[in-house]
C-alpha cells in the first residue's frame, strides 16, 4: 500500500471511530509506518475528528518527537510509542473515550464478556488505574505495561486503548469493545449479568479474522459515505 493509501485508510477509520462517538474531539489512532518502522503515523493534534481527512496525518518518531515542519502530535502519543517499544506485533493503536466502557470503569464495574464478539478480548481488558494524561515517556511505559499482552485496557475515569495488527482490526476492536460494555451495562439495569464461559470464549476466538475486518469496515464505510479516494 502506498502511502497515500495508508493515510486515508488511517483518516477514514478516525472518521468512521467519531461517527461511533467513540473518539470524541481529541482522540487519536496511530499506526506503524510500514515503509519505515521508526515512524509512526497519527493524527494531528489541532484537526477536527470530524472533519479530518488524510492531509491530516503526521508522522513522529518512536519517542513521540513530531517528524514534519509546523506539526503538532497529540500530547498523549506517548500511548502509542510506548505500545510500539513493548509490542513488535502490535501495527495500530486506538486511543478512544467509549462512553460506557469508561463509565463502567468509573462505576467500579469488572468489564466481563458477555456477548459473542466480546470474546476477541479473551485475554482480559485490564483497568489502568490513573485517570490522568499520559503525556510522558514514563506515563506510557506504565500504561503499556498494565496492557500486557491484551488486545485492550481501559483507562478508569478517561478512556480506552484498543492495540491490533492492522487498522481495520483495531477499527473491529474498537466496535465491540464499546457494544459488549453496552450490553453489559443494559444486562446490569434489569439483572444479573453473564458472563462467556471460558469455553464459549474459547470457541469465539476465530472471530478475530480478516473478513470480519472487511465486513464491519465496509459496514459503516456505506453507512458514513466516507471516501477518500
Ligand atoms: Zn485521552
Redesign the pocket.
Known sequence: MNEDLIRAELATCIRMLEYLGLIDF???VSLRNPHNYKEVLINSWGASRCRLGPQDIVRADLDGVALDENTIV?S?IH?HTAVYRRRPDIHTVA???PPVTTALSVAGITYVPVMHHGAIFGAGVPVHDNCG??NSAEKGDALAQTLGDCRAMI?RG??AVVVAESVKAVFFGSVYLEDNAKKLAEALKIGNPIPLRDDEVQAAAGIWRQNQFDKVWQYYLEKTGINFS
Open positions: 481529541s482522540g487519536h497529540p498523549e500511548i486511543h478512544l473515550h494524561h499520559v483507562m478517561h478512556g
